[in-house]
Nanobody, 127 residues
Framework: QVQLVESGGGLVQAGDSLRLSCVGS????????MGWFRQAPGKEREFVAA????????NYADSVKGRFFISRDNAKDTVSLQMNSLKPEDTAVYFC????????????????????WGQGTQVTVSS
């Protein structure tokens, strides 16, 4: 059974940084892309960042470009999201996600392309 577990969320002030981590188990994610999404209250889940297994393709939402950075440690089945210069509008529950076995090299930004999800970690940025 595939499991993804996020950690690292919290309450910070605008301008601060946070680092989220996600550890996968149940299958090896070494050869697959992994992504981060977020969902604010009353809003749909939205794409934040994704990286192919080798970092050859890395993509960010326009709203986080230059502030958020995704990285992965394939030996540990871990993907991280370094979030800098946080803004109140970054407040959301953040989820890591993985595509199914056999997925394309880069599954894109649609949440529907990622069937495996963690439970989420809350990030709250105060002004």
């Amino acid at each position: 059974q595939v499991q993804l577990v996020e950690s690292g969320g919290g309450l910070v002030q605008a301008g601060d940084s946070l680092r989220l981590s996600c550890v996968g188990s149940g299958q090896s994610f070494t050869s697959y892309a992994m992504g981060w999404f977020r969902q604010a209250p009353g809003k749909e889940r939205e794409f934040v960042a994704a990286s192919t297994w080798n970092g050859g393709t890395v993509n960010y939402a326009d709203s986080v470009k230059g502030r958020f950075f995704i990285s992965r440690d394939n030996a540990k089945d871990t993907v991280s999201l370094q979030m800098n210069s946080l803004k109140p509008e970054d407040t959301a529950v953040y989820f890591c996600a993985a595509p199914p076995v056999g997925a394309p090299y880069y599954p894109g930004t649609a949440p529907s392309n990622y069937p495996y999800w963690g439970q989420g970690t809350q990030v709250t940025v105060s002004s």
